[in-house]
């Protein structure tokens, strides 16, 4: 069966410090790959998103950047962090292919810059 | 752009009685897929229904339900004999066939009375 690995859970970063958030799909192949963030219990916004090794697109442009290194491996990171990039931060993979397909959620990085 | 709209921020309900949770989408795709995810307080994302807007037939799971109006765009979701663990909040989603991006409704906060 497919799991999605998401960490840290929790996470507290001085304004400037670097960021380095880490998701990790087993059980598939090929998946696509997906940040969002969640400010204040409401709303998911798409981040970034991948369909393949090196592949990234950017939904919003910011602070942070997305890296692929792997089939199954999806970064979020940061150089110096903001106030503002403070939030909950969920990582989602998906099948490329197949008529119903929802995503299937990491358990989130809660992440508090200070 | 595709946009979900979920206009009620706040529901409550008795233990063992039934709410309906309302969402509108806007879309120009004739075929798509429409989803309901339930984030409970651990705030893992767990997909709770989901229907293919080719399919008239509206999706059941156990105590959830759909009525799904294609020609309104509206995908409400029913939940029957409502129970303290249903508490939480949950977000419509939406996805085109041709496509692998969820577009998120900003949520509606369910509490369960007992």
């Known amino acids: 069966s497919q799991t999605i690995h998401q960490w840290p859970a929790t996470l507290v970063q001085p304004v400037g410090s670097p960021l380095s958030l880490e998701c990790t799909v087993e059980g598939t192949s090929n998946p696509n790959l997906y940040w969002y963030r969640q400010a204040a219990g409401r709303g998911l916004q798409l981040l970034f998103y991948?369909?393949?090794?090196?592949?990234i697109s950017s939904e919003v442009p910011q602070n942070l950047s997305a890296s692929r290194p792997q089939d199954r491996q999806f970064i979020l990171s940061s150089k110096k962090l903001l106030l503002s990039d403070s939030g909950f931060y969920l990582c989602?993979?998906?099948?490329?292919?197949?008529?119903?397909?929802?995503?299937?959620f990491g358990s989130g990085t809660r992440l508090t810059v200070v | 752009a595709q946009t979900v709209t979920q206009s009620q921020p706040e529901m409550s309900v008795q233990e063992a009685e039934t709410v309906t949770l309302s969402c509108t989408y806007d879309?120009?795709?004739?075929?798509?897929?429409l989803f309901w995810y339930k984030q409970p307080p651990s705030r893992q994302m767990i997909l709770v229904i989901r229907q293919e807007a080719y399919k008239q037939q509206n999706a059941t799971e156990n105590r959830f339900s759909v009525n799904f109006q294609k020609a309104a765009k509206s995908f409400s979701l029913k939940i029957s004999d409502s129970q303290l663990g249903d508490a939480a909040m949950y977000f419509c989603a939406y996805r085109r066939v041709s496509g692998s991006r969820l577009t998120f409704g900003e949520g509606t906060q369910l509490t369960v009375n007992p």
């Open positions: 991948s369909v393949g090794i090196g592949q």
């Open positions: 879309t120009s795709e004739s075929d798509y897929y």
């Open positions: 989602a993979w998906s099948l490329r292919t197949g008529r119903v397909n929802g995503y299937t």
